[in-house]
C-alpha cells in the first residue's frame, strides 16, 4: 500500500501538467515500514532522456543522489518514483516494468490534453507490476 501527503499529490500532477506533452519524473521521499510505504514530499527531477522524452522518461543518477541527500536531511528515505504518461493510460509500459526496481513504488500519471485526469500506483513483484492500493492523507 502507498499512503501519500495530499501536498506532495498535489505537487505530482501540478507538474505531470506542466511538463505536458512530455513525460514528468521525480521521486517519492518517506518512510518503508513493511508493505505500507508513507510519501512525505516530491522530489521532482528533470526528464533526462534526450530523445524521446514525450514516451520515455530518465532520471540522472546525480539527480537520484540530490534526492537521497534531501530525504536524508529529514530523516527520510526514497520509497518510489513518479512519471507520467502523455495522452496514455496510467498503467505500467513494457519499458516501465523492465526498468522497474522491486522494493520501490512507482506513480503513474496519465494527462489528457495538458489535464491530469488519473493515476495509479504500481510496485514490482516477481518482475511484474501489480497495482497497490493509494491512501491520501493530510494536507
Known sequence: MLRIRKRALDRILAQAEKDYPYET????LGKSEGDVRTVFGAYETPNANPDRKNDRY???????????????EFGLEIVGVY??????????????????FEGLS???ISVQRGKATSYRSWELVDGKFREEAIEVFGN
Do not use: N, V
Open 58 to 72: 530518465e532520471i540522472d543518477p546525480k539527480d537520484y543522489m540530490k534526492a537521497e541527500d534531501k530525504a536524508k
Open 106 to 108: 512507482y506513480i503513474i
Open 25 to 28: 519524473c521525480g521521486l517519492l
Open 83 to 100: 512519471h507520467s504518461h502523455p495522452d496514455h493510460p496510467d498503467r505500467p509500459s513494457q519499458f516501465d516494468e523492465e526498468r522497474a
